[in-house]
């Protein structure tokens, strides 16, 4: 009886002890995801180094390379991470507002506040994908919600020039256009969405850089 008994004693300590290095794991994978999501959002994917991102996370460097053996595996813990903090604007409530320029409008104005709030990690996103073929995998999500954006913001605008229209709804909806428009240019996100609706056309209004 009393063999029987220390046998499970030990069966339930050895279950205890490999939940916790399984715990151990995950809070150290987490933390290397997190140290890598500050560095790509200060520095850039391209500028961030495993000796940097093991710094931050506080392991070494080989700790790195067991849970992330290579740049693909590494971007998308970051992406999923990122996005899970950072989601886009909720397309459907756009779709509800029926008139075409105020759903340009609203969607236009809401996403820019979006930028607003994650431009640096957009940003360097950008400007290291063509140099990280690795990097390139994690931009699709963000693409697809782009072009389901556009599908969106073109829609009950009538005919007249529609490949016109897609093109200036696909400028206005980039990272840069809100960038020159709000920085150099020194528009609140409200003007220059403004600005963007008259430049789509869908109202017939002349495009009025002062409005």
Avoid at 36 to 64: F, I
Avoid at 125 to 142: F, G, N, Q, S
């Amino acid at each position: 009886m009393s063999t029987k008994s220390g046998s499970t004693a030990t069966s339930s300590k050895r279950r205890y002890e490999k939940r916790r290095r399984a715990e151990a794991e995950q809070e150290t994978r987490r933390r290397i995801t997190a140290a890598a999501v500050e560095l790509h959002g200060t520095l850039g994917p391209a500028r961030t180094t495993v000796r940097a991102l093991a710094e931050l996370a506080g392991v070494q460097r080989a700790t790195v390379y067991r849970h992330f053996p290579d740049e693909a595996t590494l971007f998308q813990a970051c992406a999923a991470h990122w996005a899970a903090e950072n989601p886009p604007p909720d397309l459907s409530a756009f779709a509800a507002i029926d008139d075409p320029c105020e759903r340009q409008r609203t969607a236009l104005e809401t996403l820019y506040g979006y930028y607003r709030g994650t431009e640096r990690m957009l940003a360097n996103i950008a400007r290291d994908v063509p140099r990280m073929p690795a990097l390139a995998p994690t931009t699709a999500p963000w693409l697809q919600y782009l072009a389901a954006l556009e599908d969106m913001l073109a829609s009950g605008c009538g005919r007249g020039d529609a490949g016109g229209r897609r093109a200036a709804i696909a400028l206005a909806l980039s990272l840069e256009t809100w960038r020159l428009l709000t920085g150099p240019r020194g528009l609140s996100d409200a003007r220059a969405a403004e600005l963007m609706v008259r430049a789509i056309g869908c109202a017939g209004d002349p495009v009025d850089p002062q409005a």
